[in-house]
């Protein structure tokens, strides 16, 4: 069953984050067999309080445990070290069955 992460970061210092934290995930993602469906700075919050004017990105997953593979690898453990101090992050990960319109 597919998984999906959710991402939303407010980004303090863009370049710095994009040239140090997203030039060494994007490689990781695709190693273990995810691929990013969304990406954009902009969002608008419409509840709750996180995340105004934040980035989102989502990344799809053959299935959680192939997302719980990359997040808990070592190669991320040290990419990750790359966004301490650039920006404030909420990460969410979930399963997501296939539904057809009878499901809904």
Same mark, same amino acid.
């Given at each position: 069953?597919?998984?999906? *992460? ?10 710095? $984050?994009?040239? /140090?934290? %997203?030039? +060494? ?12 469906? *969304? ?10 309080? $996180?995340?105004? /004017?934040? %980035?989102? +990105? ?47």
């Amino acid at each position: 069953m597919a998984a999906y *992460m959710f991402i939303s970061a407010i980004i303090k210092d863009r370049d710095a $984050f994009i040239q /140090g934290y %997203s030039k +060494a995930t994007e490689p990781l993602v695709e190693k273990f067999g995810g691929r990013y469906v *969304m990406r954009g700075p902009g969002a608008s919050l419409l509840e709750g309080d $996180f995340g105004d /004017g934040g %980035s989102v +990105a989502v990344s799809e997953w053959p299935d959680k445990q192939s997302a719980l593979n990359f997040w808990n690898s070592s190669e991320y453990q040290d990419a990750k070290k790359l966004r301490e101090g650039l920006a404030d992050v909420q990460v969410l990960l979930i399963e997501a069955p296939k539904f057809t319109k009878d499901d809904l």
